[in-house]
């Protein structure tokens, strides 16, 4: 069975404090690992999709990498406006149409 | 260019009630799904349409129905509601099976 863990499940940060979240997964064949930004009331908003071990996407201060076992997104230098919760999701090679989700890491930026 | 649209935003059910969540999309994606999100637990699958006509159950699919008689729609029933479906509902569509997955704002539900 398919499994995503998040750590940690909550991060509290200094403005332009750089830290990463973790997303450790489990599947038979990874077809594709996605991680979105939620906002509180919101829906999930897509941030990036990674493939295949050892690639990178980067947009403004976020970047995400991809291992055989692992995703890491990185903050750099956040701003308040960073705040938000971090999802990251897989979809297996042999679960049709089943995105598994992390229970997401909740991001807090103060200035 | 609406993307994925849920309604209502909000609702308050008794128990044993019945309502239609509504989900449509005007991006002609073929892969559309239906989540619930609790506190602590994440996004968990309901169920799934892989395209018109095709709906299968994903991790938690009791006391929910569906069905897809267009691309564009993919209404959620819940048949006599209990008050464990209190939750926040997110309908979701994708293109493929390996591209991203778009989210409506969300429905918020109380049962009573």
């Known amino acids: 069975e398919d499994q995503v863990t998040q750590s940690p499940e909550a991060l509290r940060l200094q403005e332009g404090e750089s830290s990463s979240l973790n997303c450790s997964y489990t599947?038979?064949?990874?077809?594709?690992l996605f991680w979105y930004r939620q906002d509180p009331g919101k829906g999930p908003e897509f941030l990036f999709t990674?493939?295949?071990a050892g690639e990178e996407k980067e947009k403004e201060r976020l970047k995400a990498t991809l291992t055989k076992k692992e995703s890491f997104l990185h903050i750099t230098a956040p701003k308040p406006e960073d705040s938000a919760t971090y999802l990251c999701?897989?979809?297996?090679?042999?679960?049709?149409?089943?995105?598994?989700f992390g229970a997401g890491t909740q991001v807090v930026v103060t200035p | 260019n609406a993307g994925v649209t849920q309604t209502p935003k909000f609702q308050v059910l008794k128990t044993g009630q019945s309502m239609t969540l509504q989900c449509a999309q005007d991006?002609?994606?073929?892969?559309m799904s239906w989540y619930r999100q609790d506190p602590g637990m994440g996004l968990r699958l309901i169920h799934y349409?892989?395209?018109?006509?095709?709906?299968d159950q994903g991790e938690v699919p009791n006391g929910y129905n569906v069905s897809r008689s267009t691309t564009e729609d993919f209404p959620l029933r819940l048949l006599s509601a209990a008050p464990s479906q209190t939750s926040v509902y997110f309908c979701?569509?994708?293109?493929?099976?390996?591209?991203?997955?778009?989210f409506g704002q969300g429905t918020r539900l109380t049962v009573v």
């Open positions: 599947v038979s064949g990874l077809r594709g």
């Open positions: 990674l493939y295949s």
């Open positions: 979701a569509s994708r293109f493929k099976l390996n591209t991203e997955a778009f």
């Open positions: 349409s892989v395209g018109a006509g095709i709906t």
């Open positions: 999701a897989v979809q297996s090679t042999d679960s049709w149409g089943k995105l598994q």
């Open positions: 991006m002609n994606h073929e892969y």
